[in-house]
């Protein structure tokens, strides 16, 4: 990722004097030397165990997602505090995809804390002198109860004056050459093993598998009693299973016109009950379907020159979100969690969301009535977007470029973050996901410089996501309300009134959408970055590998967060 501009700002800051003690406006205010940490190198995308000793007494509020030792769960922030000479250690997660974490330091016993906007890095907000005074962005320190062993913090109009920052660098190592994806190949979530998930899943190699003849999961066509779609389901129970996860299979039909049943919907969830309020899901989910050929021909846009309708393998959509869920679900099944823990493939999402429908207005509307979902994340269409793009195989190679970077026939289109309910497209509906979405984004993720958040005043409800998108210069990452859903994110919408968030790339402009070259070597082709003159030149395996990573820790550091503290429906 390019971050010269943060990163030279750092450089700066760090060899101007003294850095750490900027905001600091009394002689009595620890220094930032007073406060020592036993880790010289944090290693990003891993929880691991930080101590801190203080050589005088102070206060320290800690902007990360911790593990609290009582119970094992996940909270976000703490504040503790250190007389001289007392120590403590916390288990802190490391962000992944960012170079630095930041401790800030106080008063012995201070409960008010100045924070940064929710579109800002910490670095950035170092830059700008802390923004002390902001009387917009502060926090409160919250005493320890219920179920957090250590004490939390909410926002607050006091920021509580003059803070001491120190700074601690994180390395995130790679288990694999730069090319194969290894910057983004370690952690408790890393997008080289989603790939590789994709692959397994995706994989063309013919064999003798007398279901799809590949030793992949091909032909996912929902419905019907398909053998290739019920054998890829025994393919997930066996997994999910495999992972510690009670896994049920939840089969749905319906009354066709002949007055014929049929199996239209087969889900397959897993289940990690929570230890706190089990009746409360936060659920993951990605459809497993793809998308069923039309009079059983499946022609490729390549040879013919013009697209049809149907795939076998679906690695975009949705291969690439089932592979997320799968790996989210193997690393979350490790940890305890306040909530239930629900992680579903869908069945029938291409014929109209008939799985995620079925479940949330059957299972748990009528046959659990005690149940209530708190939000629910959704992952489609992943994986072809910034940081790659530009140029797809079936176009001109080597299009031209405009006056701003961009291939004029294949622009680099953004990652998306959509949200909702949010009807309105000139106002946000759902603050406190886009908040949060952006708090993540900004600074964990290192999305800064690349972030967008669109709201679409004055403009029409059919152009506005486009006319502010360019108005704003392209931003690479786009968070937004959209106000027509078109995935499983909908059912949970519609039926059970809960905020949503979803992930996903390039849609109607993928030349391979719902095409029989939607194959994990068309993803890589469209996201290769060799030889462009914008962004930096990376392979399409390193980008493809970039971005799932990039979403699956984005869904996971989101689930960390409503599972300590749900996000309701602003709407209702």
Known sequence: MERHGVAGLLVLLMLSAPLTGCFADSENMPKEGDLEVDVAILE????????????????????YLIIADSTNYVQNSTVIDLEKGDSQTLPILAPPRTENMIFIIGDFGRDFWPIRDQEESWISWISRGGDIDNSNNGIERVSASGNNTYDTVNHSSETGGSVVVKIVPIDRTMSLSKDEGGVHSTGIVDGRSVYDRLYEMSDPTDSFDIVDGKEGYYDRWAGQGNPAYEDAAQYLISEMTGFGLEVIGHRYEFTDITGSQNPEAYNICAYKWGTEVQNEWL?????????????????????????????????YDNTAGTSMVMETAKALANFESRRTMVFCLWSGEEGGKRGSDYWTEYYVGEDNPDVTITNYINLDMAGVNWPGGGGAPHGDPDPAIDEDGYPKDAEVWPMRVYIGPGPNHDRLDQPGMVGLSNWIGS?????????????????????????VWLDMDRPE????????????????????????????????????????????????????????????????????????????????????????????????
Request: with cysteine; proline share 3%.
């Open 44 to 63: 990003g995308g891993f929880f691991q165990n930080v101590k801190f000793s203080a050589s005088s007494s102070m206060s320290v509020f800690i902007p």
């Open 283 to 315: 659920v993951f989910g990605a459809h497993f379907d793809v998308a069923p050929p039309v009079n059983g021909l499946l022609l490729d846009p390549h040879i013919i020159g013009e697209r049809t309708y149907g795939t076998r393998v679906g690695a």
């Open 443 to 467: 600074d964990a993720l290192g999305l800064e410089e690349q972030m967008g958040t669109l709201v679409g005043t004055n403009y029409s409800a059919d152009t506005w996501k486009t006319s």
């Open 477 to 572: 990452i786009i968070v937004y309300e959209d106000t027509t859903a078109r995935s499983d994110h909908a059912s949970f919408q519609d039926n059970l009134d809960v905020v949503t968030i979803g992930f996903g790339g390039l849609v109607d402009g993928y030349w391979c959408y719902h095409q029989v070259c939607d194959t994990l070597d068309e993803m890589e082709a469209w996201m290769d970055t060799t030889g462009k003159n914008y962004g930096e030149e990376n392979t399409g395996v390193a980008n493809v590998v970039n971005s799932l990573d990039m979403i699956t820790w984005w869904a996971l550091m989101t689930f960390f967060h409503c599972d300590e503290k749900p996000i309701v429906n602003a709407l209702i």
